[in-house]
């Protein structure tokens, strides 16, 4: 079941879809396309004990799937099932699943860890940056942890400007960027309810700093109603049809 107290997560959802459709399915085909098995180097994960979901996980919950600690299980979503396949053959204790991350197929308070990474800079429209934050946190157990990472350059190449980011295209296609500073991301996460326990920046290639410096915030869910928030999450898949 759904929770949410105020406006209609749902006719924000369609709203998004609506207006940022052919932006989002031109992002995922170029991820499709470029096809790649990236291993996070310097990105400060928080402990990955529990039930953990990676939010948009592309190539890289291989990677991820392969540092779980022992006892810990691992769900990874992504809207592109072919990222999926090769990712949870012969892993028991990875899950994958297709899904949107503006609307998650969880039930409320699933995971003790939500993992962003690399996610939220690709979704087009403030509003709907903001409901997947929201989504990460009706699926997050109290005092669970989310960790978002965002791509931070120094410049980018081949773009054109559009009034929330910028499409940027090589030769695998078009994808769409918003640019944050740290205070912006911090200001995003809070608002949404989340404790920043941590933010700050960080160099996955220092042979390349212009083009390798991401930010990332480091969030716990704190609620004062702990049975509707239970601490040891369960996985159930919820169907939106």
């Known amino acids: 079941m759904r929770s949410y107290s105020a406006e ?38 928080p ?18 799937s392969s540092n779980i600690p022992a006892g810990s299980r691992l769900v990874l979503l992504d809207l592109n099932p072919t990222v999926l ?14 899904g949107d991350a503006l609307m998650l197929p969880f039930i409320d308070a699933a995971f003790t860890r939500v993992l962003m990474v690399a996610l939220l800079h690709h979704i087009p429209g403030d509003e709907c940056r903001r ?36 499409i940027i295209t090589d030769d695998f296609g078009a994808r769409f960027v918003h640019l944050f500073d740290k205070e912006s991301l911090v200001s995003l996460v809070s608002s949404i309810g989340l404790k920043v326990l941590e933010a700050g920046f960080f160099i996955e290639n220092p042979r390349k700093p212009d083009a390798t410096t991401n930010i990332f915030v480091k969030a716990e869910k704190r609620c004062v109603d702990e049975k509707s928030h239970p601490k040891s999450p369960s996985i159930r898949i919820h169907d939106h049809r």
């Open 8 to 45: 209609n997560e749902e006719d924000i959802y369609e709203r998004c879809l609506g207006e940022y459709r052919s932006i989002i399915d031109e992002t995922v085909r170029y991820f499709s396309r470029r096809v790649y098995r990236f291993k996070w180097r310097n990105i400060p994960l």
């Open 47 to 64: 402990d990955l004990r529990g039930v953990v979901l990676d939010v948009g996980s592309g190539y890289t919950g291989e990677w991820l």
């Open 85 to 98: 396949e090769k990712t949870c053959s012969g892993k028991p204790n990875v899950i994958c699943v297709v």
């Open 131 to 166: 409901l997947a934050l929201k989504e990460a946190y009706r699926a997050l157990a109290n005092e669970g942890i989310l960790t978002a990472t965002v791509w931070s350059p120094s410049s980018l190449p081949f773009k054109t400007r559009l009034s929330d980011g910028f």
